[in-house]
T-cell receptor
Framework: QKEVEQDPGPLSVPEGAIVSLNCTYS??????FMWYRQYSRKGPELLMY????GNKEDGRFTAQVDKSSKYISLFIRDSQPSDSATYLC???????????FGTGTRLLVSP | EAQVTQNPRYLITVTGKKLTVTCSQN?????MSWYRQDPGLGLRQIYY???????DKGDVPEGYKVSRKEKRNFPLILESPSPNQTSLYFC??????????????FGDGTRLSIL
């Protein structure tokens, strides 16, 4: 079993839809949770991060962490074609020296 | 402009011919890392470095070498490349141990094909 599981998609939605992207994990030591966005032919870039449990909102994006279920989510409101990319979750435990990434979910937002 | 620069961006080579992929960052970051990205497997860490002359193995270090003689540079060396090392490689850097508000900055990748 992988430490971090993520549905690869692709997830196709129309412009304006609400998108939900999710990851599950098995290591209860994970405390830092991140979402990276990767456009085609580019490296990943950090989109949002949360520490421990709770929600965090930034514009159209909301990140949620449920440590009791070992489940994290990224919601995108009013999705735009420019949101079409691969979204990778990543996480790390306190004192660990590396991130563990999910395999990424490819999102396609059609006009 | 703050950036991580990898070279080359694309390389096709043959089994056994030693190659080096260079990585340089201009942000004075202490932490640098190499990943490979494969379909269905995601990003897997090859090696990382916490500072100059300090390197450690990631999840898939077999067949790779690294060095960190200067803070800004972290080359990836394939001494005897094999076809199973065909992949998309990313170099990344962060101010310190990545996570939370210490984002990793990634290069644009090196697509390596070994015949």
């Amino acid at each position: 079993q992988k430490e971090v599981e993520q549905d690869p998609g692709p997830l196709s939605v129309p412009e304006g839809a609400i998108v939900s992207l999710n990851c599950t994990y098995s290591n209860s030591a994970f405390q830092y949770f991140m979402w990276y966005r990767q456009y085609s032919r580019k490296g990943p870039e950090l989109l949002m991060y949360t520490y421990s449990s709770g929600n965090k909102e930034d514009g159209r994006f909301t990140a949620q962490v449920d440590k009791s279920s070992k489940y994290i989510s990224l919601f995108i409101r009013d999705s735009q074609p420019s949101d079409s990319a691969t979204y990778l979750c990543a996480m790390r435990g306190t004192g660990f020296q590396k991130l563990v990434f999910g395999t990424g979910t490819r999102l396609l937002v059609s006009p | 402009e703050a950036q991580v620069t990898q070279n080359p961006r694309y390389l096709i080579t043959v089994t056994g011919k030693k190659l080096t992929v260079t990585c340089s960052q201009n942000m004075n970051h202490e932490y640098m890392s190499w990943y490979r990205q494969d379909p269905g497997l995601g990003l897997r860490q090859i090696y990382y470095s916490m500072n100059v002359e300090v390197t450690d193995k990631g999840d898939v270090p077999e067949g790779y070498k690294v060095s960190r003689k200067e803070k800004r540079n972290f080359p990836l060396i394939l001494e005897s490349p094999s076809p199973n090392q065909t992949s998309l490689y990313f170099c990344a850097s962060s101010l310190s141990n990545p996570g939370g508000n210490q984002p990793q900055h990634f290069g644009d990748g090196t697509r390596l094909s070994i015949l």
